[in-house]
């Protein structure tokens, strides 16, 4: 089985940062594909990024030129730095992932998620 810890998140003023973590662990073999999502209180879950194996991502509109996704395929970690954050980006975060288990089946994965707060 595979896990997916997200960890990072936090209460931070308006205009501040946060980086999120999440950490692949269990019976895994490799990423695949990595992304993360949010959910703010009464709405629905919704994208706020995606990367591929090969590194290409996909910004939400209301991220764009904030935050920033990478990862480190050794460690099958992903992070997502965000910067100059807005009240309206709190939500819970969660990471999810296409990856391979020890025995190359391929499934997706979500993480627990973590909460971002953003005070005014």
């Known amino acids: 089985q595979v896990q997916l810890v997200e960890s990072g998140g936090g209460l931070v003023q308006a205009g501040g940062s946060l980086r999120l973590s999440c950490a692949a662990s269990?019976?895994?073999?490799?990423?695949?594909?990595m992304g993360w999502y949010r959910q703010a209180p009464g709405k629905q879950r919704e994208l706020v990024v995606t990367i591929t194996s090969d590194g290409s991502t996909n910004y939400a509109d209301s991220v764009k030129g904030r935050f920033t996704i990478s990862r480190d395929n050794a460690k099958n970690t992903g992070y997502l730095q965000m910067n100059s954050l807005k009240p309206e980006d709190t939500a819970v975060y969660y990471c999810?992932?296409?990856?391979?288990?020890?025995?190359?089946?391929?499934?997706?994965?979500w993480g627990q998620g973590t909460q971002v707060t953003v005070s005014s």
């Open positions: 269990g019976s895994i073999f490799r990423i695949i594909n």
């Open positions: 999810n992932a296409d990856a391979l288990d020890s025995v190359f089946r391929l499934k997706n994965y």
